[in-house]
């Protein structure tokens, strides 16, 4: 009994797990931001240089400056499988909210706090649909507070130092063959990690600046996680005893991510950056008792890149127009689809604008389309074999304020 009870959470954790594959970063971390793409890692600009590479601190226009925003998710993905009907993922819409300040305590130190949504999804397919033995509802949200040092030396280069604490909820539930009836099973987890994350800002000139970043996301540990069972028919209650509570550890991706602007005059600003995500971590899914025998749950993941581009321009003082592009190569293999989370590689569209009416007080606003390219495979570990495609739409708005 004690060997089914593991071996369902095992497949359980196996179909969960799935969901950490890759492409769930958040790209909507800070509104300002949003509608430049992401790219900002060499852009001096705002306080979101608190989120994306904190050593540019010391080359902000304001010794103080602030930002708050929320940004909406709305997403659809469809699945379809040979001779059936289309299937659809409900994708319930998310509201993510996010709070940016750096202060600049004197000529060389500055310091940065930040808050934003750094990992997330949320999938609900039809309790009908033929993966429901895979997944019928799945969901990841992790939340970040980023404190950061920054330092400058000799008034053209810099580099800062961040910590990153996660709080963060993973959620999956399944259908359960069990007879003439379908139970269901249900996965929920809380917990907390801790990283890190490295800058350094170069302005070579007025009209060059550059940025690197090495971000470590470290582990998320969801303490204490609970298997539940439902709708299970009596004369299957054995083979779905209560099953302790246990550990679980997501190893998060690292990442690398390099960039320059450039300053044509002070009305149009360029930005072009490369990222390497080292989604490989995920290979390994850890968890405790009870099913600690069971080892080690693998995934055929790989390392990824992504590259952005952004601009703006400055119509007038008072109203910025951005703009941006964003490709993301899927750390899925080419072949292999994930029901839980059907990654693939995209492209997504962002534009933004910002408008002063007043010197030290500005609102942001930034909407966007994020196409994930259709995959045909196969999900091995599950015999699932179909065809996905998925369209994300996001959009944000904000206000800045500097003293």
């Known amino acids: 009994m004690k060997k089914i009870a593991s071996a369902t959470l095992l497949f359980l954790l ?3 797990s799935k969901l950490s594959g890759g492409g769930f970063e958040t790209n909507t971390k800070t509104v300002s931001v949003t509608g430049m793409a992401g790219a900002q890692v060499a852009v001096p600009q705002s306080s979101s240089s608190a989120v994306y590479n904190p050593a540019a601190i010391g080359f902000l226009p304001k010794k103080m400056m602030f930002s708050a925003g929320i940004s909406g998710l709305i ?20 509201f993510l909210p996010s709070v940016s300040a750096t202060f600049q305590i004197n000529e060389r130190i500055g310091a940065g706090l930040a808050y934003y949504s750094s990992f997330g999804y949320h ?33 053209m280069f810099a580099v800062s130092a961040s910590a990153l604490i996660h709080n963060g909820n993973y959620d999956h539930r399944k259908a359960l063959a069990t007879g003439n009836n379908e139970g269901e099973a249900s996965l929920n987890g809380k917990g907390s990690g801790m990283g890190f994350m490295l800058g350094s800002f170069l302005k070579y000139n007025e009209s060059l600046s550059a940025g690197l970043t090495i971000k ?66 995920l290979d390994s899914l850890y968890f ?24 703006q321009y400055a119509f007038v003082e008072e109203f ?3 703009g941006g592009v964003t490709y993301e190569v899927s750390p899925y293999n080419s072949d292999h689809v994930i029901p839980s989370y059907p990654d693939a590689n995209k492209v997504s569209f962002a534009l933004g604008a910002e408008f002063k009416p007043k010197p030290q007080f500005s609102v942001d606003v930034a909407a966007g389309l994020e196409n994930v390219f259709e995959r045909k495979g196969v999900d091995a570990d599950n015999y699932f074999y179909g065809s996905y495609n998925s369209t994300r739409y996001f959009f944000g708005a904000g206000i800045n304020y500097h003293f």
């Open 14 to 16: 196996i179909a969960t």
């Open 75 to 94: 997403s659809k993905t469809s699945y379809f499988e040979t001779g059936t009907e289309n299937y659809h993922s409900a994708h319930p819409s998310r």
């Open 123 to 155: 999938h609900r397919w039809e309790d009908n649909w033929p993966g429901r033995f895979v997944t019928i509802e799945s969901k990841l949200g992790i939340k970040t507070i980023q404190p950061s040092v920054s330092f400058t030396f000799a008034e």
């Open 216 to 281: 470590w996301n470290g582990n998320l540990n969801l303490k204490n996680s609970t298997l539940a069972y439902s709708r299970i028919p009596s004369s299957w209650q054995d083979l779905y005893p209560v099953v302790d509570a246990f550990d679980i550890t997501i190893r998060l991706p690292y990442c690398v991510t390099a960039g320059a602007s450039i300053t044509f005059n002070e009305d149009l600003i360029t930005t072009a950056e490369l990222s390497y995500s080292g989604w490989k971590r």
């Open 288 to 311: 405790s008792s009870p099913v600690a025998d069971g080892g080690p749950v693998y995934l055929r993941l790989n390392n990824s890149l992504s590259g952005r581009l952004g601009v």
């Open 320 to 322: 910025i127009m951005k």
